[in-house]
């Protein structure tokens, strides 16, 4: 890579380079190596993979190219062979030979590494065959697995920093903040704020009081399950920036911050890479692509509390401050960063507004639901990622129009329920999200809707659940969570969780009383009408929602004292019936040898030293544990 100042033209040149640099291999072989392939051991397929093709001197034929999160986290690692589209899944190094002697020299895929589509029982070959990529529309991801996020030029070669060139071509920061505004994009981050509102609004403070306004990027992402912002910025950390970039011309700022968790090792690593990338080229600093704009950015690292994802939280930590929320009447696009004008926008938003610039407003309006010409509230526009995760086959990210179905996304992408299980809920939004069951399947998936529900879309985190768990202890779990993730500052939130957690204790437990659910209601409200910021505003949205859908299963822990999921230990007991063959693998395999019996003759569980830890049942094949 050059390390010469980029003028405007340089940037096609720069593209048709690398593309001609590209276009003399046979193929590229393009290596996952998000977080997830990382944990597989991703970066020995690829390092493997390249210092393999060197000593069988196809260097010039074949290029290895590690990429970001390929999204199908759960068949890594993965290497697909571009321009064909051969996927290849589970990749291991002892399967490097057979890729190069048999695919690449011998011409005909490795069987055995293709994808198997275990619905249809049918190979793909190729990744637009996959189930699990028919329904996706990248935008956000729209460079997922197709370059190197550590490359700037690969960015360049597939129109990065187009649209900024664009933009300040134009000369005109209102323009691109109507443009937004036109698009219907909603933060991506929870809230879902008009984007284009908040840039006007901290446009207009910042020209009313004659300061410079900030531009900041949220990446502090908490949610248990989720990990979209992670790994857009570890798959396309130049499509975020642009995003910065383009925004803070717009409102005339030159100042950034990218607050980031300290658990996202990988993620930080290349998005420094990327800044430093940026400034060799004059893509931060003075003078950017020859014009009069002048902007950097800087990275705070956040040390993991949850809070800090809500903004103002977010802004005392970044001074500095314990990371408390401020009252909801003092606006960050007014008093934000030191108490300076600021747009706060996460990971997900910046990423769209490249490509909204691009294609324009009204392209990126006419994908989802709702008309946002007259008025940006109006629906949901544009497309939305998902870490899909929990019970289901096809774990990963993913990202679908607005406006599909629930079900569209659990099914037709996410494959169903593992092992023939039936489907119990969804819950959207992180912990301060809903459960949604299975009658509510055919509901579209946008802001509105997940809200009506008594759920959200939050960043996007969206965990599945079958019929062996139970729903009251689900709501006890995120409850647990949001109170320990509480900054305490105000009571409604410290207090009134840790009064839903205990109560909500006390009913897996057996020791639930006739008036408990009113009192969970009554409280929740409470909580959700008081509290200074929106974790507690939000925390009893699992309450709320397992007793509006679930409540059975609230009368019959407090009424009969039973858990029918067999989950609340308190209430279960494990025992073994006739099918046992006497395997002796659940004896093998208990901590507490509760299990005794003869080989081939039926097993025992001593109820004294069972922990009831389910690990009997999970090493069963013969369906011979029952949980009572």
């Known amino acids: 890579m050059s390390s010469s100042k980029l003028m405007p033209g340089d940037l096609d040149r720069v593209a048709e380079r690398v593309r001609k640099q590209h276009s003399r291999y046979k193929g590229m072989l393009m290596v996952c190596t998000g977080s997830g392939c990382v944990a597989a051991k991703g970066f020995n397929v690829r390092d493997g993979l390249a210092r393999m093709i060197k000593e069988k001197g196809l260097e010039k034929d074949y290029l290895v190219v590690g990429t970001g999160c390929n999204g199908f986290c759960a068949v890594g690692p993965i290497v697909v062979v571009q321009p064909e589209g ?57 460079n997922k697995g197709l370059i190197d996020p550590e490359n700037i030029e690969h960015y ?37 704020f008009p984007t284009g509102i908040k840039w006007q609004s901290a446009k207009k403070a910042a020209l009313a009081r004659d300061e410079k306004p900030y531009v900041v990027c949220n990446a502090d992402e908490g949610d248990p399950g989720a990990f979209m912002d992670r790994s857009i910025i570890e798959t396309d950390p130049h499509a975020v920036l642009e995003g910065m970039l383009i925004c803070a011309y717009a409102i005339g700022s030159n100042e950034g911050y990218i607050y980031i968790r300290k658990e996202y090792p990988l993620a930080l690593v290349r998005l420094r890479k990327a800044l430093e990338q940026m400034r060799e080229h004059g893509l931060l600093g003075n003078g950017i692509l020859g014009s009069s704009f002048s902007f950097d950015v800087h990275i705070h690292r956040g040390a993991g509390a949850f809070v800090c994802g809500e903004s103002t939280a ?76 929990g019970n289901i086959m096809n ?70 659940m079958d019929d062996r768990t139970c729903m009251v202890d689900v709501a006890r779990y995120f409850i647990s969570f949001l109170v320990d993730e509480s900054c305490g500052k105000c009571t409604p939130c410290r207090e009134g969780l840790f009064a839903l957690k205990t109560t909500l204790d006390r009913i897996c437990k057996g020791e639930g009383r006739v008036g408990d659910i009113g009192f969970l209601e009554e409280l929740s409200k409470t909580i959700q009408a008081t509290s200074l910021c929106q974790l507690g505003g939000s925390a009893p949205n699992p309450v709320l929602s397992t007793i509006r859908f679930f409540r059975d299963e609230y009368e019959v822990h407090i009424r009969e004292h039973k858990c029918r999921a067999g989950v609340c230990k308190d209430l279960i007991k494990y025992t073994i019936n006739n099918k046992c063959t006497g395997c002796v693998v659940c004896a093998k395999n208990c901590p507490t040898q509760a299990i005794t019996g003869e080989r081939k003759k039926l097993h025992v569980i001593d109820q004294s030293k069972c922990v009831k830890c389910g690990v009997c049942d999970d090493v069963c094949k013969f369906d011979a544990v029952e949980v009572r």
Not at 163 to 191: E, F, N, W, Y
Not at 358 to 387: C, H, L, M, Q, R
Not at 409 to 414: C, E, L, P, R
């Open 156 to 192: 360049i070669a597939r129109g990065g920093y187009q649209s900024l060139r664009k933009v300040l071509d134009a000369g005109s920061g209102d323009q691109v903040i109507s443009d937004i505004i036109a698009s219907g994009l909603r933060g991506r981050g929870g809230g879902g």
């Open 314 to 389: 977010l802004m005392a930590s970044m001074s500095g401050k314990p990371g408390e929320p401020r009252a909801k009447y003092i606006h960050n696009v007014e008093y934000g960063f030191r108490d300076k004008p600021t747009v706060l926008n996460n990971v997900e938003t910046w990423a769209n507004i490249p490509a909204i610039i691009e294609k324009g407003a009204a392209w990126y309006a006419s994908i989802g639901t709702g008309d946002v010409s007259k008025n940006p509230w109006n629906g949901s526009s544009g497309t939305k990622v998902f870490s899909l995760v």
């Open 395 to 464: 774990t990963g990210l993913v990202e679908v129009p607005m406006g599909i179905s629930l079900r569209e996304i659990i099914y037709d992408v996410g494959g169903g329920i593992p092992l023939g299980r039936k489907f119990k809920a969804v819950q959207t939004g992180g912990p301060s999200g809903g459960c949604i069951p299975e009658k509510m399947l055919d509901m579209k998936v946008d802001f509105d809707s997940l809200t009506e529900v008594g759920s959200m879309m939050g960043s996007g985190g969206m965990i599945v």
């Open 86 to 142: 051969t996927f290849y899944q589970k990749v291991a190094e002892k399967d490097l030979d057979a890729i190069i002697a048999q695919h690449l020299i011998g011409g005909k895929p490795v069987e055995k590494l293709l994808y198997k589509d275990p619905v249809r029982q049918k190979t793909c070959g190729k990744m637009d065959e996959i189930p699990f990529f028919s329904k996706q529309q990248l935008i956000a991801l729209r």
